[in-house]
């Protein structure tokens, strides 16, 4: 069993920056894949990053990419979404997942944290 916790939202001005981050309890954190996630009012869910056990294989969604970084700390266990140059269009709740194998689906992970707000105003 899995459990995520994310923090860092918030409300920011275009071209702002924000640095998420996500907790997770797992005794055995460093054998999951993490990614992050968001869903737009009146969206579907949809792929923001991913991250492999060792960093060495990352995934972003084209429209992220060059703006946001995503990174973990397997000794601390977590994980972090840079973003920065935000724009309206990133206003979303962002949530934090874990995954048994590498995927950039949604429903592939299998844990998922409650989320956390970010808006990004005009």
């Known amino acids: 069993q899995v459990q995520l916790l994310e923090s860092g939202g918030g409300l920011v001005q275009a071209g702002g920056s924000l640095r998420l981050s996500c907790a997770a309890s797992a005794q055995t954190f460093s054998n999951y894949v993490m990614g992050w996630f968001r869903q737009a009012p009146g969206k579907e869910r949809a792929f923001v990053a991913a991250v492999n056990w060792n960093r060495g294989l990352t995934a972003y969604a084209d429209s992220m990419k060059g703006r946001f970084t995503i990174s973990r700390d397997n000794a601390k266990k977590t994980v972090h979404l840079q973003m920065n140059s935000l724009k309206p269009e990133d206003t979303a709740v962002y949530y934090c997942?874990?995954?048994?194998?590498?995927?950039?689906?949604?429903?592939?992970?299998?844990?998922w944290g409650p989320g956390t707000q970010v808006t990004v105003s005009s």
């Open positions: 997942a874990a995954a048994a194998r590498w995927s950039v689906v949604g429903s592939q992970y299998d844990y």
